[in-house]
């Protein structure tokens, strides 16, 4: 990582390293699609350690879920001291990549061949996540909540509601 890449604080800038694993991202889902793909979501991103100048990093990349048109890239980053050798995991995130035809229609992927315990958890996590973010987001959707519904569970929080 080069000094160009620091934010004001000295650290690698996190937006730099974001654009790095939607870069690895899209090559792993065009890889397995064959297909061109864009980025539909990304999914909670864990800021784990600060990347510093000068550390080498490493982007893996794997395909966790197929959908019909999409996929769940899972991206680990990795930083390493060329001085020390000391490794660290920095970043971890869930891109759900989706593959599309020349004419930009949403193309379908081949599904996953899944051949460890391991691509098993990655699976069902990956698909349990999905549902999840379903309900969540039809749950809060504008036209289906109520405000008094919740003006009780969040008596304790720091806020003050004046509404009219």
């Known amino acids: 990582m080069l000094p160009s890449h620091s934010n004001f604080g000295g650290k690698i800038h996190g937006g730099h390293i974001l654009n790095l694993m939607d870069q690895i ?21 864990d800021f784990r350690s600060p990347v510093e ?30 001085t ?7 970043n971890s995130s869930y891109f759900t990549m989706v593959a599309k035809t020349e004419e930009g229609k949403s193309a379908e992927v081949p599904g996953l061949l899944i051949q460890d ?5 990655r699976f069902a ?16 959707d504008e036209s289906n909540f109520k405000a008094e519904d919740y003006l009780d569970s969040l008596f304790d929080d720091n806020i003050k509601i004046e509404l009219k």
């Open 53 to 82: 100048v000068g550390e080498l990093l490493t982007l893996k990349a794997s395909i966790n879920y197929t959908g019909r048109t999409s996929m769940v890239v899972g991206v680990r980053v990795e930083s390493q001291n060329i």
């Open 117 to 121: 315990e391991q691509g098993v958890r």
């Open 125 to 140: 996590r990956s698909k349990f996540r999905k549902e999840a973010a379903f309900l969540r987001d039809t749950k809060f």
């Open 25 to 45: 991202a899209f090559a792993c889902a065009s890889k397995h699609s064959q297909k061109y793909c864009v980025t539909a979501s990304v999914n909670r991103v």
């Open 84 to 90: 020390t050798g000391k490794r660290r995991h920095c």
